[in-house]
């Protein structure tokens, strides 16, 4: 243990007393809660409505004039004496929002008509353009309110019509659904490009600079050194993960909206997830430094790496196709599947004890074994010193 320690410190001063790789460790953290801010920011401004359209109509009936009396909207209606092809022109060139044309006599001839006798429908035609995001959001303002009045004028039946609040999800309902959703696979994502970084430069990098021959020329047996160059970059990656982690929870609210909450997840929820991303980090720490300890360069190890990251990225995916944490005891026992699942599991709030020991359970073997063959690559001299 004194050894593995000492390996341990070696390595992780090496990583820590670093200024570009202590920053390179932090700053994805940094830039996430920027530019996740911002993008926030961005999407409400984009999406926040208009209060102020211009449009024209003509043979407006009266008793429809009613549509465009909406609080805190602002309706400009026929300010200029101009022709259709003028309005419509103005329209394409995003000047008007949209021309509105009734037929003469509207009002009577929808009151008087009857499907049965297989006439033809009065018609409202409503130019805009959908290139307009104003022009858009009048045209659904406008045939909402055409809609409902129709609904007025023939209605039979009534759906949900009071004040009773027929959704009974909470807040807090939402807030678990989205973020179980989302957070599994940008959180294998970020687990896994921060410990691709540095397993790929650790061990390829020092075959590539000739330094590897010091490190095993060591009184320290092959599986001391394999266990601690896979604690260190295991601290390592898990502490770039952790600022990517923290960087993408603060922004959360500001991304996906004031309705999101973080308040229905305790400590232990946080301390169980915290958990399950120190056994996945090592994992892919593991794996990583096996693919490193083969390839003969850093750029050759990253290629070898792609697949990898292809496959957690897939099986990532899954999160968002099923909202439904499985049931399947035995699918815990599958290395990043089991992952995805525990935090789906446990940021929905829907966590299975057992599956959850059985994907620490399993991670861990999956680490063990992989030790294991790190150990006999170190042994290896035709794999550690291939050119």
């Not at 659904?177 to 490009?193: E, K, R």
């Not at 909450?261 to 056994?279: D, E, N």
């Not at 892919?284 to 050759?300: C, D, P, Q, W």
């Not at 815990?332 to 929905?348: K, V, W």
Request: glycine residues 6%; aromatic residues 10%.
């Amino acid at each position: 243990m004194k050894t593995i320690g000492i390996i341990i410190k070696k390595e992780l001063r090496r990583f820590f007393t670093d200024k570009r790789m202590l920053i390179s460790l932090i700053l994805p953290g940094i830039l996430i809660f920027v530019i996740y801010n911002f993008m926030g920011s961005a999407f409400q401004n984009t999406f926040k409505p208009n209060t102020e359209y211009v449009v024209y109509i003509e043979n407006e009936p009266v008793e429809l004039k009613g549509l465009l009396e909406i609080d805190g909207l602002t309706f400009k209606i026929n300010e200029e004496e101009l022709t259709q092809e003028e309005i419509l022109e103005r329209i394409k060139n995003k000047e008007i929002d949209a021309y509105i044309f009734y037929e003469e006599d509207f009002y009577n001839k929808m009151i008087a008509y009857n499907p049965s006798l297989g006439t033809k429908a009065p018609n409202i035609e409503i130019y805009y353009n959908s290139s307009n995001q104003d022009s858009q959001n009048f045209y659904a303002i406008y045939t909402s309110g055409l809609e409902t009045f129709e609904t007025t004028i023939s209605n039979k039946f009534d759906i949900n019509n009071s004040e009773t609040k027929y959704d009974l999800a909470t807040d807090e309902d939402m807030s678990v659904m989205i973020i179980s959703m989302m957070l599994p696979f940008l959180l294998m994502t970020f687990l896994f490009t921060g410990a691709m970084g540095i397993c790929t430069e650790s061990i390829a990098g020092e075959k590539e600079r000739g330094t590897i021959a010091t490190l095993l020329i060591t009184p320290a047996k092959r599986h001391e050194l394999a266990l601690g160059k896979i604690i260190a970059l295991g601290i390592t990656s898990l502490t770039s993960a952790l600022a990517s982690f923290i960087g993408l929870m603060a922004s959360l609210p500001a991304l996906l909206g004031d309705g999101i909450t973080l308040s229905v997840y305790g400590f232990g929820t946080l301390a169980l997830v915290l958990l399950v991303i120190m056994f996945t980090v090592l994992f892919f720490t593991t794996a990583l430094s096996i693919i490193s300890a083969f390839a003969k360069t850093v750029k050759e190890a990253s290629s070898l790496a792609v697949p990898l990251m292809m496959l957690v990225m897939l099986v990532g995916v899954t999160g968002f196709m099923n909202t439904s944490v499985t049931s399947n005891s035995l699918l815990y026992l599958l290395p990043i599947y089991n992952s995805i699942q525990c935090f789906s599991g446990l940021l929905s709030l829907t966590i299975n004890p057992l599956n959850l020991l059985l994907t620490i359970i399993s991670n861990g073997v999956m680490i063990g074994i992989g030790v294991f063959v790190l150990a006999k690559m170190f042994n290896s001299e035709k794999i550690m010193f291939n050119k």
